[in-house]
């Protein structure tokens, strides 16, 4: 079992540990050595380095367009997920069904259709064109509309008869019950987000409003310059810590989340 | 009922300015003919699809897609699904084995590409590594015939954490008596894998398997960070093959039918998935 678990966390250490070394030895190291991963020289040149370049404007963009989209997206899923759970509405199955599978078609397929519509809307290069396509996700309605359902009606119906309204009986009662699921979905979004790829590469032409994944890559691909590998990896380093930040503590509810769309239901 | 559209009203917007709209007018577009941005014929019927069915690129990307996703599945399945029986084991420390193979999971799939990139170069850290136990170097990406199977391994490092997510939770679900009762009647651990758990793991199992298949129909980052389609268009993968089209050659009348035909065959097999998601619940 460990040697399972080693062999996937190799790449990972091999990154962490490589981003203190000096660039000039990363790819010269040869054979079989401890040295691989230990530099034999620990420096935060890397990280200073990277401090200093665009690549912290396209950290804090990237922050930016995760958090808002988490934010915004965690509101519009759960309010769908509710109406699409409790209100009675006519076809609300069929609507569920056509919301969740039209949200469940990846943001990748249908990214090059989208970018024909986004030039004519004047969303390239525009933090609207990086978040409103993407913040509502399928499969975050469907487990929040889950866990909706998992609330007794009883609860709603008391509220109702007391008066309160459908506003009041979704953010008093259903919110704070919801909890797990909505830390959960929120997971879920950020990470999404967070590794997004190729939308924010096709809506962004302009360098100065890339998203960080991507400004490393164009960086990795430059014909131009030389590539800096010790900047490479501080920055995918960077790049990994922050949602595990988030995944590492939280691991529980976001298991429970995407393995609940899958198997609960 | 006012109040439930007023709910559901920015999910519906969402859905009708991004995803209707974009299938829509790409159905459109793909049966028009286009001439530096302009639109020379708005009725060609099915010369486009005719065009792009005769292009040697469009036919090679989806040998490679197909093969690709062909390999990567079952690889990808069945390493996921023997993590998940030996972290349900309970065997010592497994809670925290699951936990760090979630790790990859946080890992950005540009910041994954660019490790192995890296690491796979000639001169890099892998073939120093088989060098010390006297393999010699291999070109890995550069090589027409290493390529694809290396974007295997790398999908592979990429998905087969977040696969295992599930097919543990899948595992968690089987009540703990069946596998009791095969054992008191002396079946081994391989008879009840494959007669017990197997069958009653079937929905989990079905459902990764679509959702695999779509992540991995729709590869993209490994390609145009750490190949761009080549050497010889041997990982050339329908994704890439398009935005190649669209921005590369920038020829929309041949992307359009390639574009349609990835959004359509996405739709069917994400339908497939939500059915078997309403069959789990009922």
Known sequence: ????????????????????????????????????????????????????????????????????????????????????????????????????????????????????????WGLIDTYAGLILPVMIDGLVIFLLRQSFLGIPHELSDAARVDGAS??????????????????????ILFITQWSAYLWPLLVVNDPQMYLAPIALTQAYQSQFRTIDYGLMLAGSTILTVVPALFLLPLQRYYVQSVAGTAIKA | LAIAIAMLAPAIVALALFKLAPLASALLGSVQHTRFNVVTDSFVGLANYATAFASPDFLNSLGVTLLFTLV???????????????????????GLARTLMILPVAVPGAVACLIWGLALRPDGSVNALLAGIGV????????????????????SWIGIGYWTVFLVAGLYEIPVQYEEAASVDGAGFRQTFWHVTLPLLRRT????????????????????????????GSTDVLMYEIYRQSYVLIDPNTALPEIVLLMVVTILVVAVEFRLLSRAGS
């Open chain 2, 72 to 94: 990567v599945n079952p690889v990808q399945i069945a390493i996921a699904l023997g993590l998940a029986v030996l972290f349900t084991r309970g065997l010592r420390g497994s």
């Open chain 2, 136 to 155: 010699g170097s291999q070109p890995f990406l550069t090589d027409a015939s290493q390529a694809l199977p290396t974007l295997v391994l790398i999908a």
């Open chain 2, 205 to 232: 199992l079905l459902f990764v398997l679509v959702a695999d298949t779509v992540a991995n129909f729709l590869l993209f980052t490994p390609v145009q960070v750490l190949t761009k389609g080549g050497p010889n």
């Open chain 1, 1 to 120: 079992m460990w040697l399972a678990v080693g062999v996937f966390m190799v790449p990972i250490a091999w990154m962490v540990l490589n981003s203190f070394r000096q660039t000039h030895e990363i790819v010269t190291v040869s054979g079989l050595s401890p040295d691989l991963f230990i530099p034999s020289a620990v420096t935060l040149d890397n990280y200073a380095n990277l401090l200093n370049s665009d690549f912290v404007g396209a950290l804090f963009r990237s922050l930016l367009v995760a958090g808002v989209a988490t934010a915004a997206g965690l509101a519009f899923c759960s309010l769908a997920g509710f109406a699409l759970a409790v209100i009675p509405i006519p076809y609300r199955e069929a609507l569920f069904a056509l919301v969740v599978i039209s949200f469940a078609v990846p943001t990748d397929a249908t990214a090059f259709a989208l970018l024909r519509l986004a030039r004519g």
């Open chain 1, 166 to 187: 459908w506003w009041r009986v979704f953010l008093r009662i259903y919110m704070p019950l919801a909890v797990p699921a909505l830390v959960g979905g929120a997971l």
